[in-house]
């Protein structure tokens, strides 16, 4: 296979480049797009007109440098052993082979997807999507040879991408209604993905019946798939192992294999914890789910959200503490199918803790969101300053006041002096904004104090002897 009659070059050692907004000569996607895909299908050999690359809309050299334009990629595929069934798997291998790309960043996937293109390779000659259509085709026939023929869409334009566009959430929603009546405790096999690792080195997503991709383009059913039609590729067979916590999902077999995956950074996970042993996060994650110290609750936000969440930071601000495959208490990249998981967060309670989402996310996930905790959670439209949530929580008589209550008789019960009985406490203390923090774990300890300072020393400040 060569790329030698294309303008730039084309291999994985540019996966993970990055182009910042200065160096791109156009944008396709992205959070300023409302619609946008990519979709991949499974046709009829008859259907395919082999290495085809359409344009509908404006073509690169039609653009305005620095602008943002909508874009669906739809690649249609032909072969004897292709299956419907792997079409989501083929589908979340178009952001590997873009990142390929010299001058191309990919990231997110589906109804998230993002694409910039630099300058420099405007500049040297890469001026239409055919030269990406092309690049396509010839990794997808060469990475993966049950793929025999392909053809490529690009849509271009609101009213180009608007039908298609929702025949793409429609196979995206049959995807997933598939995926929900699998559980963990009915499978022996858990799969793993590092298809983001050239963005976030030592995370390993972890792919369970109960725990979709944090992408939300991977089911435990396109995970099974892909394992088995590429053995050696980015997604791969997780034995469980030994199961040392089935309520917190923690695994011998999990742990082994993340360890090994991230280069020993990540060595103990629990798969239905967002506190204690989180599972990290990639760069591609649907949705992040937020702690929120003031309430003690929890909060969902989404890419698409566009303004500060209640804890009034935005999407982007977290997006960059939560992902690089940190593993970082009480911030989680989540997929927005994983709120339809019975397991969802159950450690910390799972929905009784979840006091505000966006709008978007309920309204799409309403019907499959526990009844009983459905109109319990705000919304931007209900609450938008922090400073109003305790109040309409109370009001709602959301759960998660009695825990308020139960942390005031405690504290109470502490003020007249009684000992904290011998064990192991745990604090969590977050950092400006909420954002980060460490956590302080006191073992076998038994204290007694009138009074705790914690106080941060600025550097190149003395201390007063």
Same mark, same amino acid.
Request: hydrophobic share 35%.
């Given at each position: 296979?060569?790329?030698?009659?294309?303008?730039?070059?084309?291999?994985?050692?540019?996966?993970?480049?990055?182009?910042?907004?200065?160096?791109?000569?156009?944008?396709?996607?992205?959070?300023?797009?409302?619609?946008?895909?990519?979709?991949?299908?499974?046709?009829?050999?008859?259907?395919?007109?082999?290495?085809?690359?359409?344009?509908?809309?404006?073509?690169?050299?039609?653009?305005?440098?620095?602008?943002?334009?909508?874009?669906?990629?739809?690649?249609?595929?032909?072969?004897?052993?292709?299956?419907?069934?792997?079409?989501?798997?083929?589908?979340?291998?178009?952001?590997?082979?873009?990142?390929?790309?010299?001058?191309?960043?990919?990231?997110?996937?589906?109804?998230?997807?993002?694409?910039?293109?630099?300058?420099?390779?405007?500049?040297?000659?890469?001026?239409?999507?055919?030269?990406?259509?092309?690049?396509?085709?010839?990794?997808?026939?060469?990475?993966?040879?049950?793929?025999?023929?392909?053809?490529?869409?690009?849509?271009?334009?609101?009213?180009?991408?608007?039908?298609?566009?929702? $025949?793409?959430?429609?196979?995206?929603?049959?995807?997933? +209604?598939?995926?929900?009546?699998?559980?963990?405790?009915?499978?022996?096999?858990?799969?793993?993905?590092?298809?983001?690792?050239?963005?976030?080195? !030592?995370?390993?997503?972890?792919?369970?019946?109960?725990?979709?991709?944090?992408?939300?383009?991977?089911?435990?059913?396109?995970?099974?798939?892909?394992?088995?039609?590429?053995?050696?590729?980015?997604?791969?067979?997780?034995? *469980?192992?030994?199961?040392?916590?089935?309520?917190?999902?923690?695994?011998?077999?999990?742990?082994?294999?993340?360890?090994?995956?991230?280069?020993?950074?990540?060595?103990?996970?629990?798969?239905?914890?967002?506190?204690?042993?989180?599972?990290?996060?990639?760069?591609?994650?649907?949705?992040?789910?937020?702690?929120?110290?003031?309430?003690?609750?929890?909060?969902?936000?989404?890419?698409?959200?566009?303004?500060?969440?209640?804890?009034?930071?935005?999407?982007?601000?977290?997006?960059?503490?939560?992902?690089?495959?940190?593993?970082?208490?009480?911030?989680?990249?989540?997929?927005?199918?994983?709120?339809? !998981?019975?397991?969802?967060?159950?450690?910390?309670?799972?929905?009784?803790?979840?006091?505000?989402?966006?709008?978007?996310?309920?309204?799409?996930?309403?019907?499959?969101?526990?009844? +009983?905790?459905?109109?319990?959670?705000?919304?931007?439209?209900?609450?938008?300053?922090?400073?109003?949530?305790?109040?309409?929580?109370?009001?709602?008589?959301?759960?998660?006041?009695?825990?308020?209550?139960? $942390?005031? $008789?405690?504290?109470?019960? $502490?003020?007249?002096?009684?000992?904290? *009985?011998?064990?192991?406490?745990?604090?969590?203390?977050?950092?400006?904004?909420?954002?980060?923090?460490?956590?302080?774990?006191?073992?076998?300890?038994?204290?007694?104090?009138?009074?705790?300072?914690?106080?941060?020393?600025?550097?190149?400040?003395?201390?007063?002897?």
């Amino acid at each position: 296979m060569s790329f030698s009659d294309l303008p730039v070059e084309v291999g994985p050692v540019y996966e993970g480049e990055r182009i910042r907004a200065k160096q791109m000569y156009v944008e396709l996607g992205g959070p300023k797009i409302e619609k946008k895909f990519e979709l991949v299908r499974v046709k009829d050999p008859k259907e395919i007109k082999d290495g085809d690359v359409k344009i509908v809309g404006p073509d690169l050299s039609d653009m305005e440098e620095g602008k943002s334009y909508p874009i669906g990629i739809l690649v249609e595929t032909a072969g004897p052993e292709l299956e419907v069934d792997i079409e989501a798997v083929l589908e979340r291998r178009i952001h590997e082979f873009c990142n390929f790309v010299n001058g191309i960043m990919h990231l997110n996937q589906r109804y998230t997807n993002w694409l910039r293109l630099s300058k420099k390779a405007y500049q040297d000659g890469f001026n239409s999507l055919k030269f990406l259509g092309t690049i396509l085709i010839r990794l997808y026939k060469a990475e993966l040879p049950i793929v025999k023929q392909a053809q490529v869409t690009f849509y271009t334009t609101i009213d180009a991408i608007a039908k298609p566009y929702e $025949e793409a959430m429609k196979i995206y929603d049959q995807r997933d +209604e598939r995926a929900r009546g699998l559980h963990d405790e009915n499978v022996d096999m858990f799969y793993g993905c590092v298809l983001c690792q050239s963005f976030a080195p !030592s995370h390993c997503c972890c792919i369970t019946p109960d725990r979709t991709s944090s992408c939300g383009s991977i089911s435990w059913f396109d995970a099974r798939a892909a394992a088995k039609v590429d053995p050696k590729g980015p997604i791969f067979e997780i034995p *469980p192992g030994e199961c040392l916590d089935d309520f917190a999902g923690e695994y011998t077999g999990v742990n082994e294999t993340l360890k090994k995956r991230s280069l020993g950074e990540v060595d103990r996970i629990w798969i239905y914890s967002s506190m204690t042993n989180p599972h990290t996060s990639c760069g591609c994650f649907e949705a992040i789910y937020f702690y929120i110290p003031e309430v003690d609750g929890f909060g969902i936000v989404d890419r698409g959200f566009d303004g500060p969440a209640i804890n009034g930071l935005p999407f982007s601000a977290m997006a960059n503490q939560t992902g690089g495959g940190k593993q970082l208490p009480g911030f989680n990249g989540i997929s927005v199918q994983y709120l339809a !998981s019975p397991k969802f967060q159950q450690v910390e309670g799972g929905f009784s803790r979840c006091v505000w989402m966006v709008s978007s996310i309920k309204d799409r996930m309403y019907d499959l969101l526990p009844e +009983e905790w459905r109109d319990l959670m705000a919304t931007e439209k209900e609450v938008d300053e922090l400073s109003k949530l305790r109040d309409w929580l109370r009001e709602k008589n959301h759960p998660i006041v009695e825990r308020w209550e139960e $942390e005031e $008789e405690e504290e109470e019960w $502490e003020e007249e002096g009684a000992m904290i *009985p011998a064990g192991t406490q745990t604090m969590m203390i977050p950092g400006a904004g909420g954002i980060g923090g460490f956590k302080v774990t006191l073992i076998n300890c038994k204290i007694h104090a009138e009074k705790v300072i914690i106080q941060k020393l600025e550097r190149g400040k003395k201390k007063k002897k």
